[in-house]
């Protein structure tokens, strides 16, 4: 598990490409055989991938300094590969592409597997440090009911599907969902907000080999970019905003952590403020 540290907004604006690619850039998310993890110290959430060969177990490891990953956490998952399984204190859970799992406190066991090792399940993990047992649930997502947000006009029109969140799967504080863009929109989350309380990581995947995504990040007086590929990941601290323009369309997975679970508590900037 690689563990990353919390970062002051005017430290930030000193920060070379290769310094931000290094603190925020998660490059290596789906590695063949194994399980990514990052350990962030932005309100203590991890996020990673697991792509199993052959099945993989989630161990805690020293970083969490307890005897089993989900003692003290909650765990949000989402297959964006094909077919595959986890399996929760011997309890199978079959996820296909973009289907979705919350898994409650204090579940000991989890397993991952493929349904065809050579083509395998792509499962994208969030994890928070919680306090309560909520029930593990499936998410599928054709049973959510997407909100639609933007317009072609501004190259924005998308469809936000939440899968973790207070009106429907509930948690104690992760907040998970996914966002697609449809064709010929290429701009998220802009008109471009912060929100104090909440921070997210951004994943971002089903960009073609040759695609890519500029991440807007910074305070919104003082913004940057990194660069993004398939199946890359970047944090982004509460203070920051967290925009992104792409050379075609694409989806993106965000997961939330923080003071509050309320998805339109959202600081605004006005698009003349933004430099």
């Not at 075609?248 to 998805?263: K, P, R």
């Amino acid at each position: 598990m690689e563990i990353r540290y919390a970062h002051h907004p005017e430290d930030f604006k000193t920060y070379t490409t290769e310094k931000m690619r290094r603190e925020f850039l998660i490059p290596s998310i789906m590695v063949p055989g194994e399980i990514t993890l990052v350990y962030s110290h932005v309100d203590r959430i991890i996020a990673g991938g697991a792509v199993p060969i052959k099945p993989l177990a989630l161990e805690a490891g020293k970083e969490l300094g307890v005897s089993f990953f989900l003692e003290r956490r909650e765990l949000g998952i989402i297959n964006v590969g094909p077919q595959g399984t986890v399996t929760l204190d011997g309890e199978n859970h079959v996820l296909d592409k973009t289907d979705g799992l919350y898994v409650g406190l204090g579940v000991k066991e989890i397993i991952f597997s493929s349904t065809d090792p050579e083509n395998p399940a792509h499962f994208y993990i969030n994890s928070t440090p919680a306090h309560k047992a909520y029930p593990t649930t499936k998410i599928l997502r054709k049973d959510i009911q997407p909100a639609a947000l933007g317009a072609l006009a501004q190259s924005n029109e998308r469809k936000i599907y939440k899968y973790i969140h207070p009106l429907g799967v509930k948690s104690c504080q992760l907040v998970m969902g996914m966002t697609a863009l449809a064709t010929g929109s290429m701009w998220n989350t802009m008109p471009t907000h912060t929100h104090e309380r909440r921070m997210e990581v951004y994943f971002y995947f089903d960009l073609p080999e040759d695609s890519i995504v500029f991440h807007m990040m910074g305070q919104p007086q003082e913004t940057r970019h990194i660069v993004l590929r398939n199946e890359q990941a970047v944090i982004s601290p509460s203070w920051s905003i967290h925009s992104g323009v792409g050379t075609v369309n694409y989806t993106f997975i965000w997961g939330m952590a923080g003071e509050n679970q309320t998805f339109d508590d959202m600081d605004a900037v006005p698009m003349g403020n933004l430099k």
